[in-house]
């Protein structure tokens, strides 16, 4: 008897659903069928990534590369830094592919690279950026880094957290710059939906990695930002420096949009962390590498 009397409050709970959804207003059984599909104004919400700029790729946002051509541009297997015994494993070069479209080597001239070699058995002192002084073009693209790019209808502004360095897209009177400088003169134009950067004018003292690879103040870079989709983009740099190499050669690698929650770029004023390498015999320091070089030597070449 109780579960016949389950049984039929079961059956009334279920009918008065049923007739509760037959009783619904046929406009709003119409609007529910109809729910799925939206118009093209609501499906562009306020805040949406648009997809262009003045008729122009969207490059807005923070980008990085994600690779070890900050360490060397050219293939490298793994490496320990003996010199820095006292970090263990986090003293350590990781391996890498090359980002050089062809055969992978850069085309040094015989002289050159010679000293590219003297660079390397000098690293880190010989390095700029262990002595806290912009990387230049187009090493501040690739640096371990995160950087920012904004874009509106005019120039271009691009923001690298090291050394808060940053550089301006010149889409309007392009030129030679008067002198040389860390970062040189950048003039912009869009070839199509691909913005193309030269950069000249940038003096001799910065170099292309931590492998001691570098350039003269002939250097030439002109750069193509390719955008992919919101969240990628396909970079690509050629340089041509008739006093250090043999011709013209490239680099190419993608470049990633972080798409964190309040993503912004964080600076790295690092010149505190500069002033042992700088200034160890003023200070009295013992050198922590085996042959370093005197640091009076790179404070007067970077001054």
Not at 76 to 84: G, I, K, N, P, Y
Not at 133 to 140: A, D, H, I, Q, S
Not at 141 to 164: E, R
Request: glycine share 8%; hydrophobic share 35%.
């Amino acid at each position: 008897m109780r579960n016949r009397f389950i049984g039929a409050i079961g059956m009334a709970a279920l009918m008065s659903v049923a007739q509760a959804q037959q009783a619904q207003p046929a406009g709003q059984a119409k609007q529910a069928k109809q729910a799925p599909k939206q118009t093209k104004a609501q499906q562009t919400q306020p805040g949406q990534r648009p997809a262009t700029i003045g008729g122009h790729p969207n490059l807005n946002g923070v980008w990085q590369a994600l690779n070890t051509a900050n360490w060397n541009l050219e293939a490298h297997s793994a490496q320990a830094l003996d010199d820095f015994w006292g970090l263990g494993a986090i003293a350590a070069i990781p391996a890498g592919k090359s980002v050089i479209k062809g055969d992978g080597k850069i085309p040094y001239l015989p002289k050159a690279l010679e000293q590219r070699d003297k660079n390397r058995a000098a690293w880190p002192a010989s390095d700029p950026e262990a002595r806290c002084f912009m990387l230049g073009v187009p090493r501040v693209t690739y640096h371990t880094m995160p950087f920012q790019i904004s874009q509106g209808n005019g120039d271009l502004l691009m923001v690298y957290p090291f050394d808060a360095t940053n550089r301006i897209i010149h889409m309007t009177g392009h030129g030679e710059p008067p002198v040389d400088t860390w970062m040189g003169k950048s003039d912009g134009t869009w070839e199509g939906n691909v913005l193309v950067v030269v950069t000249t004018g940038q003096n001799e003292k910065s170099q292309l990695d931590r492998a001691g690879n570098f350039h003269s103040n002939q250097l030439k870079v002109t750069e193509r930002f390719t955008l992919l989709d919101s969240t990628h983009i396909r970079y690509e740099a050629t340089l041509e420096d008739p006093k250090t190499f043999s011709r013209p050669w490239t680099i190419e690698m993608p470049l990633y949009r972080l798409i964190d929650e309040n993503v912004q770029v964080l600076e790295h004023k690092c010149v505190p962390f500069a002033d042992k390498l700088l200034y160890s015999d003023l200070m009295h320091l013992e050198p922590q590498q085996k042959n370093a070089p005197d640091p009076k030597n790179f404070r007067e070449r970077t001054q």
